[in-house]
Structures are given as C-alpha cells and as structure tokens.
C-alpha cells in the first residue's frame, strides 16, 4: 500500500490529467490572442522567457511596446534569445539578466541588480519551470521541483512586491501572472513532507509544485485585496504545449508521445497565448484570483480553493526562504 500511495497513484493522476487536456486539444480550438493594447513604457519580467512559451511570451510583449527582462540561467541562451527578439522588432526593448531560480542567494541577487536599475515593474510573469526530472535538491537542499517552479518564484514574487505595488496605479494594476498545469488536479500537498524526505516520486512531486503555484496565487491575491493594492495575481495553465519540458519522460511515454505532439499538443506561441492574455488584455484590468485555461476563466481543483491550506503554505514558505511572515 505504501508504494502505490507513493509511487503508482502519483503517476496514474498526471497521466490522467495529461489524457483530459489532450481530448479537450482535439476537441477544442487553441484561443487566438484578440488585438491587445499597446504597452510602451511597461517593463516586464519573464522568467525562463529564452526558450518555449516563455520565448513566445517576451517576444510578444516586446512587439506590444514593452521593455522585457528575460530571466534565465543559461546566459548563452539568453543572449541568443534577446538578439533574436531584437532582430525581429522594434518596437520594444528586451534585455537578459541571469537568474537561478534553484538558488535563493541568486534569487535576491537579481532583484538587487533589478532594481539598481530604477525601472518599474508592471508585469511578472512566473514562466520558468522543469518536470519529471530525477531526484535532485536545490543549492538551498529543497526537492527541485518544489524549490524550482515554486519556492524561487514565491520569493522572487514576494521580493519585487513593493516596486509592482509602486508602479501600478487604479485603473492600471501591475499583474502577476504565474504558470501552473493541468497536473495540478492531482497534486497533493502534504506540509508535513513538502521535501519527499519519506519517498520520491518525479511525477508526484512535479504535480505538488503546481498545485503549491495555484494555492500562492490564491492567497497573494487575497492579501494584495487586503492591502488595497494596485497588483493583480492570477494562474495560467497552457495546455500540453510541444517544448523541452517533456525531455524527462521514460523512454516508452516519449515514444508514444513523439506522434500524439504533432497532431495535438498546441504549439509554444499558442501555449504562450493565455499567458500573454493575461498580462495585458485590457477587459481584465483589475481582475485578480482567476485560474485561466485557453483564455478562459476556468475552475481550479477543489483542493487549490482551500483558504487554511494556503494559509499554511503561505507561512511555511516563508519561513523556508527566510521572509517575514507578515
């Protein structure tokens, strides 16, 4: 009983999650991004934004007029990826700056660096992640996955609240947008075991990072409300989009996966559309705590909706990164 808790259910939860999103992508159109608002004088931060979505992510808002901070910790790709952008537009500014999201010290030192440069932020957009890796610890000793996708992104959010709180204003919020999935419906969040120290699973643990990004939204979104500022927090779930992050599959899923990507996983660009939506349509200015799907306005898991449960991580992670708790 031990092993198929910990091991086979995890599993059987992401690969069922997979087959939903993937039947809704054969029966559904990926969502066209409308004409959106011009965005000269925003800056904004993308993280992971060299490669995949989160490259089809800077590229658009650069092309709306933003200065974009791609930040990523491949300065190779980073480079490449701000050479590119500038090639094909004008329009904005784009720029690397290196960040390694599994390092907490890196963490604040790109946000000291960020704002040496006295610029405003008016959108984050909490792009980076991995899946499926094998099992691996952070610099600071957290499950990858954990400390990756969600503890370096809870401190990174948290560390550049008060310059997204000074740079937005009524009627034009700054917006936090932060990347989830499908596999967060089957997370399980356990505060008691947030590292895996009992037992490992990939599967398991990429699915709670997820759900752990959903519950932040919720709670970051209730206090900004609280606070009455003008910051909006919301969770993006893109879809089964054909990138790098399926590199990790066992042999067998990614042979099985090779055929099924071409005729149903959207492309980067259109997995990168939601994202791009919600950080800048204008019929969502001022709207915070939404989960959306395709461009919709979608019900997260029951589990996500659980205001004690954000709470708790709320505080937990705090303590783990060393914030305030306040």
Known sequence: MWWLSCFLLP???????????????????????????????????VTGGARGMGLETSRHLAGLGMHVVIAGNEEDEGLAAVKKIQQETDQGKVEFMYLDLASLKSVR????????????????????????????????????HFGLNYLGHFL??????????????????????????ATHYGGRLDLNNLQGRSCYCAHGAYSQSKLALVLFTYHLQDRLCAQGDPVTANAVDPGMVDTDLYENLCSPAQLAKRPVAKLLFRTPAEGASTAIYAATAAELEGAGGLYLYNGRKTESSVTSYDEQLQGRLWMQSCALVGLQKA
């Open 109 to 144: 030192q790109f946000v000291q660096r960020f704002k040496s440069k006295g610029l405003p932020l008016h959108v984050l957009i909490n792009n980076a992640g991995v899946m499926l890796v094998p099992e691996r610890k952070t610099e600071d000793g957290f499950e990858l």
């Open 156 to 181: 990174l959010t948290n560390l550049l609240l008060d310059t997204l709180r000074k740079s937005g204003k009524s009627g034009q919020c700054s917006r936090i947008v932060t990347i989830s999935s």
């Open 11 to 45: 599993v059987v939860r992401l690969y069922l999650a997979g087959l939903k999103v993937l039947l809704y992508q054969l029966l559904n159109r990926s969502f066209a991004l409308p004409v959106l608002p011009r965005q000269d004088g925003r800056v904004a931060i």
